[in-house]
């Protein structure tokens, strides 16, 4: 069965801080991935996908980049944290454009 | 612009009672997803649809393409029940790739 495995659940970072979040994916081959984003209050928005390795769009200009390192990895980093980074961040798969999406557990980031 | 509203966006029933969630977007879709996300926060999908009407369980989802509305029914809520539902859908043409999510639907169901 397909899988989608995020970590960590929550993580508290000082601004100016590297962070790595990373997905994997089992159960399937050659996904689509995608990281998405929630503010408080808002929906979910997403930040950057990938049809394959090393190929990856950014769909809103931020402080945050992504890598696709190999088939089922999916990884979100930045070199420095901002305040407003903080936030609640999915990991997302799936086959198709017109399959069922798999979400992860989410991660819980707060910027102090 | 693609946009998703959601009503109510918070809903409290008590246990037993018939529940629906509402969902209108504004452009054409190739497929609309209904998701449950517990305060945990982890999302877990509930139904896929591009037409008519399924089933699982006590859910059930509905869309009607033409007026661009789709409904999650709850029946003989349960406080298990209780999560936030959300309504995303997926945009026919180039920007089929991603999905446009709503703000969400805070549902308490009370014993």
């Known amino acids: 069965s397909q899988t989608i495995h995020q970590w960590p659940a929550t993580l508290v970072q000082p601004v100016g801080s590297p962070l790595s979040l990373e997905c994997t994916v089992e159960g399937t081959s050659n996904p689509n991935l995608y990281w998405y984003r929630q503010a408080a209050g808002r929906g979910l928005q997403l930040l950057f996908y990938s049809v394959g390795i090393g190929q990856i769009s950014s769909e809103v200009p931020q402080n945050l980049s992504a890598s696709r390192p190999q088939d089922r990895q999916f990884i979100l980093s930045s070199k420095k944290l901002l305040l407003s980074d903080s936030g609640f961040y999915l990991c997302?798969?799936?086959?198709?454009?017109?399959?069922?999406?798999?979400f992860g557990q989410g991660t819980r980031l707060t910027v102090v | 612009k693609n946009e998703v509203e959601q009503s109510p966006q918070n809903l409290t029933a008590q246990e037993g009672e018939f529940i629906t969630i509402n969902c209108s977007y504004s452009?054409?879709?190739?497929?609309l997803h209904w998701l449950q996300q517990h305060p945990g926060g982890g999302i877990v999908s509930l139904f896929m649809l591009s037409s008519g009407k399924k089933k699982h369980g006590r859910l059930i989802a509905t869309i009607n393409i033409q007026e661009k509305h789709s409904s999650l029914h709850i029946t003989a809520s349960h406080p298990r029940d209780s999560a936030v539902y959300i309504c995303?859908?997926?945009?026919?043409?180039?920007?089929?790739?991603?999905?446009?999510f709503g703000k969400g639907t805070l549902l308490t169901v009370n014993p």
């Open positions: 452009v054409g879709i190739s497929a």
């Open positions: 995303a859908v997926r945009p026919r043409g180039g920007s089929n790739y991603k999905l446009t």
């Open positions: 997302a798969f799936h086959r198709g454009v017109n399959t069922e999406a798999f």
